[in-house]
């Protein structure tokens, strides 16, 4: 059960985070940054400014952390959240048409605290049909699919390869496939 | 690069963070140009934000099978504490304690409801209605 273990990790370092251990929060940073920059590059912004908006968020975090504004602390939601807000502000102070940010509607729902932000951004019934999407992924593929997304460590498609006793080349279409499923569900229209 | 615009394949290796330094460079280069490959790498991101994002997901399904597997067998424990009850004999023996004084006592201790649900409330709901819960009762004797 890696997934349980690991937010039982998360728990405990996120409670080191909150006092002051700067070794947990490099640890917290470095599991979930990607997922922020994710988060921002699906709401439109170009790498270069996804990257500074995150880096952005971290700062702020830490620095709530310190002045001790900050009672808890749930990732990657609240760095999302974070980055979201300075990217729309960014685009404020520029003057430019937020392409896709939807800034008012971002704001207001992400400040919804009794969704997830991951939730808010990607609805809750895509993500809701991802999850089923995933769920109905042949036993082969829900191995490559934890291999490749749930374990810690983000092993390379060779090394997956080898431990699952198949080529490299059909795991990249094993995950090329997943990713295409995937989409598909997010794709379905709602009701 | 086809037509000048980024292969599917070099989108998800740039949002899997498999490029190469080089490479990766070269497509946020070109992504700071084409707005049509942004808009492809966004939608990227966004599947790969929700495959992230199930992935973080604990196994919900495992999770309710062990649950009913330790109710279970804490209902047939529980039972089987019934049981032995029942077999001491009657509870106005004075030499025998009874159901009321054992479970006062702690001697035997009935299951809490705190030691059967170890999962957060969030967790219980997601149960699947289908869940089956086999609980153990001993026949009553003639």
């Known amino acids: 059960m890696k997934a349980p273990a690991r937010q039982a990790n998360g728990d405990v370092l996120t409670a080191r985070a909150l006092r002051g251990d700067s070794d947990a929060w490099a640890e917290l940073i470095q599991r979930n940054d990607r997922r922020v920059r994710l988060a921002l590059l699906a709401r439109g912004l170009a790498p270069e400014e996804a990257r500074e908006c995150a880096q952005e968020a971290w700062a702020r975090l830490l620095d709530r952390e310190r002045r001790g504004e900050l009672r808890e602390l749930r990732l990657p939601g609240l760095a999302i959240t974070q980055a979201i807000f300075i990217a729309l502000d ?73 431990r699952l006793g198949l080529s490299e080349q059909r795991v990249k279409q094993i995950v090329c496939e997943i990713r295409a499923q995937v989409r598909s569900a997010l794709d379905q229209e709602d009701g | ?29 070109h992504l700071g140009t084409c707005t049509a490959c ?6 990227a991101a966004e599947t790969e934000l929700a495959l992230l994002t199930v992935a973080a997901e604990p196994p919900p399904r495992r999770t309710a099978i062990v649950r009913r597997t330790v109710v279970g067998v804490a209902f047939a424990m529980a039972a089987a504490a019934g049981l032995a009850i029942v077999l001491r004999g009657p509870a106005s023996d004075p030499a025998q304690p009874t159901p009321a004084a054992i479970e006062a006592t702690g001697s035997i201790e009935p299951p809490q409801a705190s030691d059967l649900v170890f999962a957060d409330a969030e967790e219980q709901l997601q149960l699947p209605s289908s869940a089956e819960l086999v609980v153990f009762v001993p026949e009553a004797e003639p």
């Open chain 1, 90 to 162: 960014a685009r404020r102070r520029a003057a430019r048409a937020p392409v896709l940010l939807h800034a008012a509607a971002a704001e207001l729902e992400i400040a919804d605290s009794s969704a997830s932000a991951e939730e808010t951004l990607l609805g809750k019934r895509r993500l809701e049909r991802a999850r089923q999407a995933v769920g109905m992924l042949s036993a082969s593929m829900q191995a490559v699919f934890r291999a490749v997304f749930v374990e810690a460590g983000r092993p390379s498609y060779a090394q997956v390869a080898t």
């Open chain 2, 1 to 29: 690069m086809d037509d000048d615009h980024l292969d599917d394949e070099i989108i998800d290796a740039y949002l899997a963070e498999a490029l190469e330094d080089g490479a990766r460079r070269a497509t946020e280069v």
């Open chain 2, 38 to 43: 942004l808009a492809r790498v966004s939608r």
